[in-house]
């Protein structure tokens, strides 16, 4: 009976900030994550988190202006959207996994259970 269900997304211009909210229900995992698909293009890694937040990681293109960060008391998890970009424009999806090492947290097939993602779309 697991669900994600994500909030947060919207319209927002060139440098702005967005809040992504990803809510789960039915148990707690180890490992949070989200992934962000583009029109015309595959489902790209964007962070990830571990239970504890000590471990985080960010692809190259998001480092330095989207924060992830997870509230396990409400079993929720935020990716905090800064400086957005045009290119960010992509509906994200959340997702929850197992515990994951380092080589594994970035792979799509890591993860267990999936949200029925939320747009985002950034204006120039």
């Known amino acids: 009976q697991v669900q994600l269900v994500e909030s947060g997304g919207g319209l927002v211009q060139a440098g702005g900030s967005l809040r992504l909210s990803c809510a789960a229900s039915g148990r707690t995992f180890p490992t949070m994550a989200w992934f962000r698909q583009a029109p015309g293009k595959e489902r790209a890694f964007v962070s990830t988190i571990n239970w504890s937040g000590d471990n985080t990681a960010y692809s190259d293109s998001v480092k330095g202006r989207f924060t992830i960060s997870r509230d396990n008391a409400k079993n929720t998890g935020y990716l905090q959207m800064n400086s957005l970009k045009p290119e960010d424009t992509a509906v994200y999806y959340c997702?929850?996994?197992?515990?994951?090492?380092?080589?594994?947290?970035?792979?799509?097939?890591?993860?267990?259970?999936w949200g029925q993602g939320t747009q985002v779309t950034v204006s120039s």
């Open positions: 997702a929850v996994g197992t515990r994951l090492t380092l080589a594994t947290m970035r792979a799509q097939g890591s993860y267990d259970y």
